[in-house]
C-alpha cells in the first residue's frame, strides 16, 4: 500500500450526513427491512457498528460486532480485508442482516454474507447507509446513493493535541477535490464538561 488513505479520486462533491440524516436513514432502513423479519443484525466494525446497533433497537432484536478490515491503527495497510473478529455460531437458522455503513466495492458484506451462510445462517441479507454507484449491487438495501464523499458524523473529528480537528483521511480527500478543511466540517456540537472526572 503506497498510501494510508483510500483513493478518493472518484468522488465528486461533499455530502456531510448529520445525526439527524443518520437517524432518519435508519428509520428507512428499518421500514425497508421490516418485510425480511430479520432474526439478528451483524454490525460490520467499526462504522457499521453505529447503524447495526441503532437499527438492533429499532427492530428489537440482537447484534452481534463483527470486524474485518485493511486498516490497523487507522490507516489502510492491506489490500484486502483481514478478519478481527468472525460472526458467532448463534447465527445458525437465522435470518441475518449484516449492516455497514457504505459499499463501494461491496467485497467486505460480501465475506461477512459468505461466512453467515457457511455458520448455517437460514438467510442472509445486507444493508447499508450509502453506496457509491458503482457498489449497488451486494447490498439488498441501500439507504442513499451518492458518488460523493460522505462525511460521517461520528468519524468526521479527531482528537489532537490543539483540540478537535477533522479526520486526517477526510482532510486529504477533501485537499484532493481542492477543498480547504476548515472548521465548517465538523459536528456542530460543543463539548460539555464532565459531571466527574
Request: overall charge negative; aromatic content about 10%; glycine content about 8%.
Amino acid at each position: 500500500m503506497t498510501s494510508p488513505y483510500y483513493d478518493y479520486t472518484q468522488r465528486a462533491g461533499v455530502l456531510p450526513i448529520s445525526w439527524n440524516d443518520f437517524h432518519g436513514l435508519c428509520k428507512a432502513l428499518a421500514l425497508g427491512v421490516q418485510s425480511y423479519q430479520p432474526q439478528i443484525i451483524l454490525a460490520v466494525g467499526r462504522g457499521g457498528y453505529y447503524p447495526g446497533t441503532l437499527l438492533a433497537h429499532m427492530l428489537r432484536i440482537d447484534v452481534f460486532p463483527v470486524y474485518l478490515t485493511r486498516r490497523v491503527n487507522d490507516q489502510v495497510v492491506r489490500n484486502h480485508p483481514q478478519w478481527i473478529v468472525e460472526p458467532p455460531s448463534a447465527v445458525a437458522g437465522k435470518r441475518v442482516l449484516i449492516v455497514d455503513e457504505i459499499s463501494s466495492s461491496g467485497a467486505t458484506v460480501r465475506l461477512v454474507c459468505e461466512k453467515a451462510l457457511a455458520l448455517a445462517a437460514a438467510a442472509a441479507r445486507v444493508a447499508v447507509l450509502y453506496a457509491h454507484s458503482w457498489g449497488t449491487e451486494m447490498p439488498d438495501y441501500i439507504g442513499l446513493v451518492s458518488d460523493a464523499l460522505i462525511l460521517n458524523p461520528w468519524d468526521r473529528e479527531v482528537l489532537t493535541a490543539d483540540g478537535f480537528a477533522i479526520h486526517p483521511e477526510y482532510r486529504h480527500a477533501l485537499e484532493g477535490q481542492g477543498l480547504a478543511p476548515d472548521g465548517s466540517y465538523l459536528v456542530d456540537a460543543p463539548s460539555f464538561i464532565l459531571a466527574k472526572g
